[in-house]
């Protein structure tokens, strides 16, 4: 079975460019989570998706970030401008079904690093 | 106060050592807990699921005190590829299956 996919792996931007993330999540799967983690910390969570609908996006910075999943599968990160502290590893997630409690499978992540 | 807090780490135990993390969580609604590893510049995997009853998986042991809102997971002889982070997650099933992560705690294990 394949994984959650993410690309690219690396980005290194300068700040106020922009920048965006893919992910395609493990097929099937109606949940879709993007995390942030900054080195030496615990995984943010910046936004849920249940198909192509929001579940959660209260962490997410949206004055400069925003993500979409239009067609329920497939889902972008961007952020617009970017910023010093944007610096970490975005995450990309999926689940089979919340209401059941299964297992959450992550994707390699995107590194970013914002000069 | 964060919603997922954790011993601060590094924890540095030789071989063979049993080693115990805590983790309290803040909202009595919580419903459903994990354990979560993740290896150096590699992405979180699941351990293990934490039930209320306790729950056992080869040198792994999981425990959850609702009353407390404390989980703890017990790793015995411990191994040299025991070493990772271990992160405690809360899944928060009246927010649509909201998944929070503690900080981690580092694990490293000597020979």
């Known amino acids: 079975e394949a994984g959650v996919a993410q690309s690219p792996r690396y980005k290194i931007i300068e700040k106020r460019q922009s920048v965006a993330f893919w992910c395609n999540p493990i097929s099937g799967h109606a949940t879709l989570y993007w995390y942030q983690q900054i080195l030496g910390q615990g995984p943010k969570l910046l936004i849920q998706?249940?198909?192509?609908?929001?579940?959660?996006d209260s962490q997410l910075p949206k004055d400069r970030f925003s993500a979409e999943r239009l067609k329920g599968v497939d889902s972008t990160l961007k952020i617009q401008p970017a910023k010093l502290e944007d610096s970490a590893v975005y995450l990309c997630a999926s689940s089979l079904d919340t209401v059941q409690t299964t297992e959450a499978f992550f994707g390699q992540g995107t590194r970013l690093t914002v000069v | 106060r964060k919603e997922v807090e954790q011993d601060p780490g590094p924890f540095n135990v030789p071989e063979g050592a049993t080693v115990a993390f805590n983790c309290t969580y803040s909202?009595?609604?919580?419903?459903?807990f994990f354990w979560y590893r993740q290896d150096c510049r590699k992405e979180p995997k699941l351990l293990m699921s934490?039930?209320?009853s306790g729950n056992e998986d080869g040198r792994f042991t999981a425990q959850l005190n609702r009353a407390s809102q404390y989980i703890s997971l017990l790793i015995r002889d411990s191994k040299l590829s025991d070493s990772a982070t271990y992160l405690c997650v809360v899944n928060k099933l009246n927010q649509g299956g909201k998944l929070i992560f503690g900080q981690g705690t580092e694990l490293s294990v000597k020979p």
């Open positions: 909202n009595s609604a919580s419903q459903s």
């Open positions: 934490v039930y209320s």
């Open positions: 998706f249940q198909n192509n609908g929001v579940v959660d």
